[in-house]
T-cell receptor, first 112, second 114 residues
Framework: QQQVKQSPQSLIVQKGGISIINCAYENTAFDYFPWYQQFPGKGPALLIAIRPDVSEKKEGRFTISFNKSAKQFSLHIMDSQPGDSATYFCAANTEYGNKLVFGAGTILRVKS | EPEVTQTPSHQVTQMGQEVILRCVPISNHLYFYWYRQILGQKVEFLVSFYNNEISEKSEIFDDQFSVERPDGSNFTLKIRSTKLEDSAMYFC????????????FGDGTRLSIL
């Protein structure tokens, strides 16, 4: 029940296209859902996060869509660029919880 | 922008030896964390630390592991007797509070056990 399932494992998108990564969870106590971007040799960097009181959050080219009833959330990267090529992790946490539960990660490659 | 710094970036240790990984969290943050990422796998929570004590730990964080905040700026992870399976990237993170969520990660220490 503590798991966060992420798909796809890898994704290739043409420059200018939309990248979509999906995550699903079971624990209804989760109430904070961040996405992290990780480049090789670097730590995860917070990209964008959402709480379940909203269905969508947008920051620049990055949008989180959240479906509370389906217990799913997704990251959309609009106008994908080669510089977006990285590993993306979804994660979840409870309101006063200490630990982030991470998905397995998606390796995104944007072809120029 | 403030950041979490970790040293060393790469640590090579013989199996059975003790190793200490060091972290300097963001200065006004109160919660500190260690995570582990085995090559090609997901990031896994190890332990959280607040007010000079462990607030939560995972099953991975057994008696071989300990954490300490020896002074006002450093946060350390000690592995007492390293095993081959301890080889991984170890990430330190910090957050302002448990309620103010964003956890900010350092760039990690690659631990290689020979």
């Amino acid at each position: 029940q503590q798991q966060v399932k992420q798909s796809p494992q890898s994704l290739i998108v043409q420059k200018g296209g939309i990248s979509i990564i999906n995550c699903a969870y079971e624990n209804t106590a989760f109430d904070y859902f961040p996405w992290y971007q990780q480049f090789p040799g670097k730590g995860p960097a917070l990209l964008i996060a959402i709480r379940p009181d909203v269905s969508e959050k947008k920051e620049g080219r990055f949008t989180i869509s959240f479906n509370k009833s389906a217990k799913q959330f997704s990251l959309h990267i609009m106008d994908s660029q080669p510089g977006d090529s990285a590993t993306y992790f979804c994660a979840a946490n409870t309101e006063y919880g200490n630990k982030l539960v991470f998905g397995a990660g998606t390796i995104l490659r944007v072809k120029s | 922008e403030p950041e979490v710094t970790q040293t060393p970036s790469h640590q090579v240790t013989q199996m059975g030896q003790e190793v200490i990984l060091r972290c300097v969290p963001i200065s006004n943050h109160l919660y500190f964390y260690w995570y582990r990422q085995i090559l090609g796998q997901k990031v896994e929570f190890l332990v959280s630390f607040y007010n000079n004590e462990i607030s939560e730990k995972s099953e991975i964080f057994d008696d071989q592991f300990s954490v300490e905040r020896p002074d006002g700026s450093n946060f350390t992870l000690k592995i007492r007797s390293t095993k081959l399976e301890d080889s991984a990237m170890y990430f330190c993170a910090s957050s302002l509070s448990a309620a103010v969520k964003p956890q900010h990660f350092g760039d990690g220490t690659r631990l290689s056990i020979l």
